[in-house]
């Protein structure tokens, strides 16, 4: 129906038209019914759509006239969005740019998701939740688009509810942290503060962690510091064998790392994981963990073992 309860019907040519052609008729009531209402006093259905010229700003009444009387649906609805309205909105940009994602090119698809999360705040959370977050995560199945689209799919899950996260986002992150390259794993691992609170322990120690600490041996500083910092964020859910066995024993070995800067943020890890060990284990790993940071020769690496 493109009328509501206490609305005259719509014409019955209009009723018969393509489905698609219908909704386009449906949005010109609609449009009348925005327009009425800004100039009455009244709400709800007692106002009525007005689908007079009169009702609308001139420069809106071409599309305005064809919105009602669509000989071809989609050529309407693409001369309403080139309309000065609603062509610099934000989130119909967006939304335009999605539903013709397939035809994009490489160099473009890149350019829009490197923007995309400055215009998450401006967008509608219903609007986020419902259909966007569906367009991110399908987007996120492309190899050399994985990177660019991370930041606004994990920001847009957020606002899912828990078993939504889980169905429709988390196979996807399931599947970004066993990928290979590098920005992706990169990109994983500094977001990892706003994931690991959405995803299931058990997940976590069984499909995500051993992907996690190839990063210690990894030839990039970037990726062997990232990974070192996230551990923060991943002790809280892991088993402590786990912690114990794959990550502390692979961070003593980071403590030797070339890089003065990843030393000291090892050292600083080492004193927030360190309440998620065994007691007993904890004193161990602390002793020869500060013993070994109060030699280095690098200043604020000493520091960090005296302040830990």
Known sequence: KIYVEGWAPAPEAQREMPVLAVDVVGLAYTAGYAFAL????????SVRPDLSDASCPASFRPAFRELQQPRTPIKALSKLLLHPTFAG??????MKFLADFHIQNKEDSEAFFDALPGKLDSMPEALKKKQLIRHLVAAAEFPHLAAQVLVSMVRCGQTLP?????ENVTPTVVKLFAMADRTVRYKLLCLSGELIERLDAKLINDKIIGECVNGFSDSHPSIREATVKAMIHFAPKLKPTILEQKVVKLMMKVLSDQEDAIRTNTVVCFGKIAQYLPPGTAGQVLTQVFTKALRDPFSPCRAAALSA
Request: aromatic residues 6%.
């Open 38 to 45: 800004e100039k009455s006093p009244a709400m709800g259905t």
């Open 89 to 94: 909105d934000p989130t119909i940009e967006v």
């Open 162 to 166: 828990e078993e939504e996260f889980k």
